[in-house]
Structure formats: structure tokens, C-alpha cells
Nanobody, 124 residues
Framework: QVQLVESGGGLVQAGGSLRLSCAASGRTFASSTMGWFRQAPGKEREFVATISWSGSATSYAGSLKGRFTISRDNAKNTVYLQMNSLKPEDTAVYYC?????????????????WGQGTQVTVSA
């Protein structure tokens, strides 16, 4: 069992940066592939980024690569999402998720545990 709590969301102007954090509790965090997803109003939840249990492998949604960076600190049971050069279209609720697999996972169905989400709003 893994419990996830996101933080770090807020209101930022276009071009600005935010760093989201996801604090995990549970014995299996260090062996879990982690991911970030987002959901804008009226839209489907979409994949943002994923990171392997060791942090040695990452994958991103194509449109976000270069602006967003996923990382993790297993000693702190925390995964991060650094978001730079933010655009109004990045406005969404961002969710952290944990998978029971060792492989990178880019689909929501591949994750077993979800946080409650944190709102990111980017103003023009």
C-alpha cells in the first residue's frame, strides 16, 4: 500500500516555473515506478512523465519534453516534477501515481495508487 500527497501547485504567470512534490508513505515506494499525470477541465487525464524505481530511466510526453523534468529522492520518499517555461495550456490538476511494476509506465491504467492532485494555474 502506498499513500501519495502532492504539493507545490499554485498560480504562476506564463513563462514561470513551479516544482511539484509528491510525498509517499509505504514500504514499497523505493521499488515503485512513479508517474505524473494531469487533467484539465473537460479533458481526459493525460500522461506527463514517468521515472523508474532507481531514477535511472525517465520518459515524457512528447510535447512536454525539455520543459518538464521528473526526479525522485528515495531517501525522502519523494518524487518531483520541475516545470519550466509554463504556458496557459499547462493549467490542470496534476496527479502523482505509483505503479507496482518495474517498467516505465505511460498509461493511467498501469498505476495502482494515486494522490489527490494539486492545482496548477498558469495565467497569460
Amino acid at each position: 500500500q502506498v499513500q501519495l500527497v502532492e504539493s507545490g501547485g499554485g498560480l504562476v504567470q506564463a513563462g514561470g516555473s513551479l516544482r511539484l512534490s509528491c510525498a509517499a508513505s509505504g514500504r514499497t515506494f523505493a521499488s515503485s515506478t512513479m508517474g505524473w499525470f494531469r487533467q484539465a477541465p473537460g479533458k481526459e487525464r493525460e500522461f506527463v512523465a514517468t521515472i523508474s524505481w532507481s531514477g535511472s530511466a525517465t520518459s515524457y510526453a512528447g510535447s512536454l519534453k525539455g520543459r518538464f523534468t521528473i526526479s525522485r529522492d528515495n531517501a525522502k520518499n519523494t518524487v518531483y516534477l520541475q516545470m519550466n517555461s509554463l504556458k496557459p495550456e499547462d493549467t490542470a490538476v496534476y496527479y502523482c501515481a505509483a505503479s507496482g511494476t518495474y517498467s516505465l509506465v505511460a498509461t493511467a491504467a498501469g498505476y495502482d495508487y494515486w494522490g489527490q492532485g494539486t492545482q496548477v494555474t498558469v495565467s497569460a
